[in-house]
């Protein structure tokens, strides 16, 4: 008698915590805006001039100790925040990979690495989903198979705001579900002029701005109570390169604020660039794949 209760104790136990990483049915949130600064690192976060940022960072939870994945290029990380894995799982490898070097370890019926829009798109099919980015790298890794909507703002170094348009017009019109933004705009100065450099600082500035529009275009959409804002970056810098293993270059900021995020300020627990996928999942209350090795950062989740 008291062996079947202690079976039916574990079996109850191995229950639970198989409904942890299986999600509920109640999502924390309705809509997720990401928004991606590509060469943003944390470094010379406090030089940049970045008010609507700061708002975000007042009103919700941080860290500028995110990890970026090795090696500290471009779609190496665009992909591992997307994936939910390391370049070991999801096999991106260099710069502008566009397909993987390495074979992915699985692949989804678009044949590409399971990514967070794919998993919500299985979960959540009626979900409107949709990317929008400078770098037309980002296309080939958002797995745009599983998105409503996909477009690159061409020729941005001459007109800067057209990526801050057209996201204000997708939001505004379709109030997606998750909509990924990507601006090149610091990585480009960074490779430039220098990372910390005047121009690099100005280019954050003006990012910031477009922020606010995207934030405000969130309100005027009638969602910011139902909205979370993420701001994020794939890597930083350091002169006019990055690629190495210096703090400067693997040190990125993570924001978060809005519906199902807490006023907890800066967080310690530990956050590497696979885990925005996994967050991102637990806000929608997501069933990940078994395939990614990212958690979510459950200390900010309300």
Same mark, same amino acid.
């Given at each position: 008698?008291?062996?079947?209760?202690?079976?039916?104790?574990?079996?109850?136990?191995?229950?639970?915590?198989?409904?942890? %990483?299986?999600?509920?049915?109640?999502?924390? @949130?309705?809509?997720?805006? $990401?928004?991606?600064?590509?060469?943003?690192?944390?470094?010379? !976060?406090?030089?940049?001039?970045?008010?609507?940022?700061?708002?975000?960072?007042?009103?919700?939870?941080? +860290?500028?100790?995110?990890?970026? @994945? !090795?090696? +500290?290029?471009?779609?190496?990380?665009?992909?591992?925040?997307?994936?939910?894995?390391? +370049?070991?799982?999801? #096999? =991106?490898?260099?710069?502008?990979?566009?397909?993987?070097?390495?074979? %992915?370890?699985?692949?989804?019926? *678009?044949?590409? !690495?399971?990514?967070?829009?794919?998993?919500?798109?299985?979960?959540?099919?009626? %979900?409107?989903?949709?990317?929008? =980015?400078?770098?037309?790298?980002?296309?080939?890794? &958002?797995?745009?198979?599983?998105?409503? *909507?996909?477009?690159?703002?061409?020729?941005?170094?001459?007109?800067?705001?057209?990526?801050?348009?057209?996201?204000?017009?997708?939001?505004?019109?379709?109030?997606?579900?998750?909509? +990924?933004? &990507? !601006?090149? *705009?610091?990585?480009?100065?960074?490779?430039?002029?220098?990372?910390?450099?005047?121009? =690099?600082?100005?280019?954050?500035?003006? $990012?910031?701005?477009?922020?606010?529009?995207?934030?405000?275009?969130?309100?005027?959409?009638?969602?910011?109570?139902?909205?979370?804002?993420?701001?994020?970056?794939?890597?930083?810098?350091?002169?006019?390169?990055?690629? #190495?293993?210096?703090?400067?270059? =693997?040190? @990125?900021?993570?924001?978060?604020?809005?519906?199902?995020?807490?006023?907890?300020?800066?967080?310690?627990?530990?956050?590497?660039?696979?885990?925005?996928?996994?967050?991102?999942?637990?806000?929608?209350?997501?069933?990940?794949?078994? &395939?990614?090795?990212?958690?979510? &950062?459950?200390?900010?989740?309300?």
């Amino acid at each position: 008698m008291k062996a079947k209760h202690i079976l039916s104790t574990i079996a109850l136990a191995v229950t639970a915590i198989a409904c942890i %990483s299986c999600g509920n049915d109640k999502a924390l @949130t309705e809509h997720v805006i $990401l928004i991606g600064l590509d060469g943003m690192g944390s470094a010379y !976060f406090d030089r940049s001039e970045m008010p609507n940022t700061a708002s975000l960072m007042d009103a919700g939870s941080w +860290t500028l100790s995110k990890r970026s @994945t !090795f090696r +500290t290029k471009s779609a190496i990380n665009w992909a591992s925040m997307f994936m939910g894995a390391g +370049t070991e799982l999801h #096999g =991106y490898t260099e710069w502008y990979s566009r397909t993987p070097e390495l074979p %992915s370890r699985v692949t989804n019926e *678009h044949g590409i !690495f399971p990514t967070i829009n794919s998993i919500l798109r299985e979960q959540r099919p009626d %979900s409107e989903i949709g990317a929008l =980015y400078e770098w037309d790298t980002i296309q080939w890794l &958002v797995d745009s198979l599983a998105l409503d *909507h996909f477009a690159e703002s061409k020729d941005y170094l001459n007109h800067p705001q057209q990526l801050g348009d057209m996201a204000v017009d997708y939001i505004l019109e379709k109030k997606p579900n998750l909509l +990924t933004i &990507v !601006f090149d *705009h610091p990585d480009h100065e960074g490779h430039l002029y220098g990372w910390d450099s005047p121009e =690099y600082h100005e280019a954050v500035k003006f $990012l910031d701005a477009e922020i606010g529009r995207i934030l405000q275009a969130v309100r005027d959409a009638g969602i910011w109570d139902s909205t979370t804002i993420i701001v994020t970056a794939d890597h930083g810098g350091i002169g006019s390169n990055h690629g #190495g293993i210096l703090p400067s270059e =693997y040190e @990125t900021p993570f924001i978060i604020a809005g519906k199902g995020i807490r006023n907890a300020g800066e967080f310690d627990e530990s956050m590497m660039q696979y885990d925005v996928a996994s967050t991102i999942a637990a806000l929608f209350s997501l069933t990940q794949p078994q &395939v990614w090795i990212g958690r979510p &950062v459950t200390s900010i989740l309300e």
